[in-house]
């Protein structure tokens, strides 16, 4: 059996966060960000968190709302990085 690639791993877990984002519950965006900060340095992740701060802005502009979901993206991907490497380094 062979695995998958961590490029369509990737692209799984982005897809996951879009439909998050999109139709589904705001957890799975959560969950999605998460998996990637744990694999993978995900810009992807950060690109999640934009989407949703962009989407979900109220309509006074970008300037009159905090961006949540991308500073929380940030805290998360920079967060996990000493985590990740203790994981990746004992695999």
Known sequence: MSRLPTTSIRIVLF??????????????TLIAVVLLSL???????????????????PSG???HSFPFFTIGA???????????????SSA
């Not at 966060?17 to 705001?26: A, E, F, H, N, V």
Request: no cysteine; aromatic share 12%.
């Open 15 to 28: 897809a996951l966060g879009l439909i998050g984002l999109l139709i589904g519950p705001w957890v799975l």
């Open 39 to 57: 694999r993978f340095r995900a810009w992807e992740a950060l690109l999640l968190g934009l989407m949703t701060d962009l989407l979900w802005a």
């Open 74 to 88: 940030i805290i998360i991907v920079w967060g996990l990085e000493p985590l990740r490497r203790q994981l990746l």
């Open 61 to 63: 502009g970008f300037l």
